[in-house]
């Protein structure tokens, strides 16, 4: 006997696939375009052309880790409906987007490094570097507590399906 489990609609698997997909496309446009804008950044601003280099390097990598995510984030949502999310491998995909939120982390303060050495940016820069590093930690944090849930559950269907 295996219990119905209530999953998403088709519909709505399929608008957040859409979605989740725009997004990548997005990242995939915004990943070609990186090289352009950074050589016109370094033409503008001759003084941190020593910059651009390692500047593209944390920018692509931020961005492949962004694609990397919305990947696992499809997989998840499509575990979902078909029902296989209440199972062991679902943590390590959740363990994933947890590992690519902190490698997100690292590369911010990579850029910091990088920004501070070169004696570049500014306060505001500095900010936003900070809030963006603060919410890659708060997601990942809020993923941790939701995978205790997710184990939590994984658990009592395993009970269930001993009784059952």
Do not use: K
């Not at 989740?20 to 375009?33: E, R, S």
């Not at 651009?52 to 409906?81: C, E």
């Not at 943590?91 to 690519?100: G, K, P």
């Amino acid at each position: 006997m295996n219990p119905v489990i209530p999953r998403p609609s088709a519909g709505l698997v399929i608008a957040t696939h859409v979605f989740l997909g725009l997004l990548f496309a997005i990242g995939l446009v915004a990943g070609v375009w990186l090289p352009g804008v950074s050589a016109s950044l370094a033409e503008s601003f001759p003084e941190y052309a020593g910059l651009q280099t390692p500047l593209l390097a944390v920018a692509m990598s931020f961005t492949i880790l962004g694609l990397m995510t919305l990947v696992v984030i499809a997989l998840l949502v499509h575990r979902i409906y078909t029902g296989a999310m209440l199972t062991r491998p679902s943590l390590l995909w959740v363990d994933a987007i947890v590992v690519l939120l902190l490698l997100g982390v690292v590369l911010i303060v990579t850029a910091v490094v990088v920004i501070a050495n070169g004696q570049a940016g500014s306060p505001f820069l500095g900010l936003v570097l900070a809030l963006a590093c603060l919410t890659l930690a708060a997601l990942a944090f809020l993923t941790l507590v939701l995978r205790s849930l997710l184990r939590g559950a994984i658990g009592l269907r395993a009970e269930l399906d001993e009784v059952v």
